[in-house]
């Protein structure tokens, strides 16, 4: 998988009193965007955790606001890979208009793989790294 796309309305509850999205709800997007990505790849989060003992946590972000995106706006969220370690992945998310190709929003985020029963890193398992290797 190189790029993943996933596309989100903009409901009024996702605006603030200017009517434009509200910083927070970015992340949500993003966070719909990652879990879409990875049951893209056939993986669902649930099973991960219940069959090989994995989970996955934000461990850091760094977020730019470029331009608003507003009520009923048609938005797509983009996933990729920047770089991958053991038990680790950059990811670079976008989120644009539908149809346009200006960055509205930008993260830079970084996911650990940790281990269901005791919260510890642990390696990415291979039959992931096998499907969304750069």
């Known amino acids: 998988m190189t790029e993943f796309a996933w596309p989100i309305r903009v409901y009024y509850e996702d605006t603030d009193a200017g009517g434009v999205v509200y910083h927070s709800n970015y992340l949500n997007f993003m966070e719909r965007a990652r879990t879409e990505w990875l049951r893209a790849a056939g993986f669902e989060q ?3 955790k219940a069959q090989l003992d994995v989970l996955f946590a934000v461990r850091s972000m ?3 606001y ?3 995106a507003r009520f009923n706006d048609r938005l797509l969220v983009t ?3 920047i770089s991958l370690r053991g ?3 950059m990811l670079e998310q976008d989120i644009k ?3 346009e190709s200006s960055v509205l929003c930008q993260g830079k985020v970084r996911i650990v793989s940790l281990s269901a029963s005791n919260f510890r890193p642990c390696p990415i ?8 290797q750069l």
């Open 46 to 48: 649930d099973e991960l």
């Open 62 to 64: 760094n977020i730019e």
């Open 66 to 68: 470029y331009l608003p």
């Open 79 to 81: 996933v990729k890979i």
């Open 87 to 89: 038990a680790s992945m």
């Open 97 to 99: 208009k539908e149809n």
């Open 125 to 132: 398992p291979d039959q992931i790294l096998k499907t969304i």
